[in-house]
């Protein structure tokens, strides 16, 4: 005997894939309040509002109306190791507050990748910063242990 009963079609009662793809939550908001684009991380490098003596990872951005307010933005750290990519221009100082966890920095200038590695506790001077120094772009940031 042949069943005329139909299966059910594959996946129809199935949940949706849960897929990450490691965007910032809310990052429309924080780029339309703040001025600053999060792109992606890990979870593990988050904005969070600047405190003195804080453990955390200051940028330090040259003012100018048409590509930022000109700020210092504040991240912390969750783990030894991490990542966030996002875009913030004009970037000059980055610094380590008493953080015991050294990074590296990617920015871009002139369509050129540079590297920056801080200690920790340590700060570099980048882009205009430096005398001479190029309009950078703060990239990534990578806590490295």
Known sequence: MTSTASSPTAGADAPPSAVEDFAYPGAA???????????????RVLLADCVPDGDQIVVRTVADAEVGRGDN??????????YLTLELPR????????????????????N??????????GFASVGEGEIGGPRSVLVEIRVTG
């Open 29 to 43: 908001d924080i780029l339309a309040n703040k001025g600053i684009k999060l792109k992606k991380g890990d979870g």
């Open 73 to 82: 933005y504040c991240f912390r750290t969750t783990a030894k190791t991490g």
């Open 91 to 110: 970037v000059f100082m980055i610094e380590l507050l008493a953080s015991e966890h050294p990074i590296s920095a990617d920015l871009t200038a002139n």
């Open 112 to 121: 050129q990748t540079t590297t920056v590695d801080v200690e920790a506790g």
